[in-house]
C-alpha cells in the first residue's frame, strides 16, 4: 500500500497550490481519501476529505471556501487545490485513506482522532509566506 503526497511548496500568502496523492494497493474505489496538516509544534488536524465511491466531500471550517478536494479515479489520484493561502496554512500535509466514511470525518471534525485511520503517506511541506 502506498499513498505518495506531492506538490507541496513555499508561496506567497494570497497564493495557490495544488497538492496530490497517488493510491496504490488497495481499492481505491471502496476508500475515502483524506488530507491532515501538521504544524510545528501543533497537534495533527483534519483539512478535507473525498469519497473515491460517490465524490461527496468534506471540508474543515478553517479551509472551506478557499481549498477544494478533488478525486480523479481514473488515475487513482486524489487532489487538494488550495487558493488563498495564509501563513496559518504553513505545514505538512499528509493524505491518509480509510474504508470507514464517517471515521473520517470525525477524525477531521475532532482532535486526536486520526491515529486510527487505516493507511498514511508521507507527507509534503507547504510553507506561505506573508
Known amino acids: 500500500v502506498q499513498l505518495q503526497a506531492s506538490g507541496g511548496g513555499l508561496v506567497q500568502a494570497g497564493g495557490s497550490l495544488r497538492l496530490s496523492c497517488a493510491a496504490s494497493?488497495?481499492?481505491?474505489?471502496?476508500?475515502?481519501i483524506a488530507w491532515f496538516r501538521q504544524a510545528p509544534g501543533k497537534e495533527r488536524e483534519g483539512v478535507s476529505c473525498i469519497s473515491s465511491s460517490d465524490g461527496s466531500t468534506y471540508y474543515a471550517d478553517s479551509v472551506k471556501g478557499r481549498f477544494t478536494i478533488s478525486s480523479d479515479n481514473a488515475k487513482n489520484t486524489v487532489y487538494l487545490q488550495m487558493n488563498s493561502l495564509k501563513p496559518e496554512d504553513t505545514a505538512v500535509y499528509y493524505c491518509?485513506?480509510?474504508?470507514?466514511?464517517?471515521?473520517?470525518?470525525?477524525?477531521?471534525?475532532?482532535?486526536?482522532?486520526?491515529?486510527?485511520?487505516?493507511?498514511w503517506g508521507k507527507g509534503t511541506q507547504v510553507t506561505v509566506s506573508s
Open positions: 494497493g488497495f481499492n481505491y474505489d471502496d476508500y475515502v
Open positions: 491518509a485513506a480509510d474504508q470507514d466514511q464517517e471515521g473520517v470525518v470525525r477524525a477531521i471534525k475532532l482532535p486526536f482522532q486520526w491515529g486510527g485511520l487505516d493507511y
